[in-house]
């Protein structure tokens, strides 16, 4: 199902989580509210799901105006990033509760909550408690439990913020997988732009209540809208008025009338890549990236003097 | 262990003891010091037997009242959104500020012959005051703030979380109550409920002001202790004491089980 919102506005006081946000979310896609901390993704999200009243605006699902509807008639399944796990119930029970709400036959109960624990890889653990499992595994609860009532429209609220990074990338691509085989319309917070950019069809990115930008995520890397996406997404230096990125310079070791003059501070190595630091002729720190054959083709060492020239630059006007 | 420590363990169970420990001892001693038949004697008396029935009323009105008040006062001071929040919270911890005595007094104004609702209720021929009306009123008024008490730090620590899950899971307010909520802060209540239950049977001055202490008729457990000791009945008064502290050690036995289960949940 679609999602629609329309001119949201919400206040905490005097703090303006959202200001006058419109976006529209594809039916079956997998979309990213993507943000630093206080953007208001986590707002939006929560108005979507009606667990916020929005100040003024609508939100539509599939059409509807579920705007005045209460979070149990809006046909979502929400996932928590603290899990919100049933701690008093087990695993079983924690999937089933809400086909347990819905009065559903037992004998249909017990298959579908089978069938995701299958799904979520949990079989084995459906008599533990929330707090006998791990971080990742209680996630995993938490998403078969959304799931379980068939939703039309799935929010995830940064549900691997949590969670260590190999789990995080694990259930991450686990997540992806599961939207191809199911194309439920999918939105998920999140701060951090690897996530976004590696998961998700649509990128939302949120700024102060706003909507920065909405695009594809290479579109968002290399047609970024203004200098916040810019510098949001992907690391950025600044050379005047322009934006270059670490990837988009020429070092060499011979001067000539475009190069500008550096020194190499310290040298990163990163297996495939090599981060570079240097300091510029006027002062200014900033960073190179290449690969390692290029900084041992150059014989890069730390505190040399090497010259530089910005290959592809980027201006807002 | 340092001797430091050492020390002040020592001067911790020491103190207990002096305070504590050793006036039950001498409870102990006494009731039994001419044997187990005048301790026995005293509370076959049917006197005594109606003072223990007396509480016992109070109490299984009280305690029930003052859980629901107490489940429903702690929710609205956690999760309710609304102004004079911070007045009801501080209110509920009036009993505990309040001497039962000045209860019973206040009471007393309230009900009696010269009192807002007295001329109503002698008009209509309604006995509060030296009846057990006015005891269970007194019994609530002193109970009241300890469920409540119990109850909001836990509602505080389990947040709002799970409540909002089953709510996108479809749940009404009341089956997320049944279900998630009362199950979540059950062991705050079942503590409340055994403190409240405790303050119940061992009230004493408000209800003594209150009550007439007619015996046989308005006389509580408590009450009857003091009617036995002021008639120079020490065994009697000896035994009936014993039998409020054994009562209040089993509360205590029955506290120490539950609480490692409140920390587990």
Known sequence: MSISVRNVTKQFGEYVALGDVSIDVAEGSLTALLGPSGSGKSTLLRVIAGLEQPDTGNVFIDDRDVTGLAPQDRGIGFVFQHYAAFKHMTVHDNVAFGLTIRKRPKAEIEKRVRELLQLVQLDGLAHRYPAQLSGGQRQRMGLARALAVDPSVLLLDEPFGALDARVRTELRAWLRRLHDETHTTTVIVTHDQEEAMEVTDTVVVMNRGQIEQVAEPRELYEQPANEFVMSFVGQVNRVGDSFVRPHDFEVTRVANSTTREAMIKRIIHLGFGVHVELVRDDGEPFLVQMTRDEAEGLELQEGQIVYVRPTRETTFS | ?265
């Open chain 2, 1 to 265: 262990m340092s001797r430091s420590r050492i020390g002040l363990r020592l001067a911790a169970l020491g103190y207990l003891s002096l305070i504590l420990l050793g006036p039950l001892a001498m409870l102990f001693y006494r009731a039994f010091a001419h044997g187990v038949s005048g301790a026995w004697t005293a509370l076959n008396d049917k006197d005594t037997i109606h003072a223990f029935k007396v509480t016992l009323e109070a109490a299984c009105i009280a305690v029930p009242l003052n859980t629901l008040f107490g489940i429903l006062c702690g929710l609205a001071i956690v999760r309710g959104n609304f102004r004079g929040k911070g007045l009801i919270n501080a209110f509920v911890d009036l009993p505990l500020a309040l001497s039962p005595v000045v209860v019973g007094v206040s009471l007393f104004l309230l009900y009696g012959r010269t009192g807002w609702f007295g001329h109503w209720l002698i008009g209509n021929n309604v006995q509060v005051l030296f009846a057990l009306p006015s005891i269970v009123l007194a019994t609530i008024f002193v109970s009241l703030p300890f469920v409540a008490r119990e109850v909001v730090p836990t509602l505080r620590e389990i947040g709002q979380e799970q409540e909002q899950a089953a709510y996108t899971l479809g749940a009404s307010g009341w089956q997320t109550f049944w279900r998630i909520t009362l199950p979540s802060i059950r062991w705050a209540v079942i503590y409340g409920v055994v403190l409240t239950t405790a303050r119940c049977l061992g009230e004493y001055g408000a209800v003594a002001v209150v009550s007439g202490s007619i015996q046989g008729k308005t006389e509580t457990a408590t009450l009857r202790v003091q009617e036995e000791y002021e008639n120079l009945n020490y065994a009697g008064a000896y035994g009936i004491s014993l039998a409020l502290a054994l009562i209040a050690v089993l509360v205590l036995v029955a506290m120490t089980f539950l609480k490692p289960h409140e920390k587990a949940a």
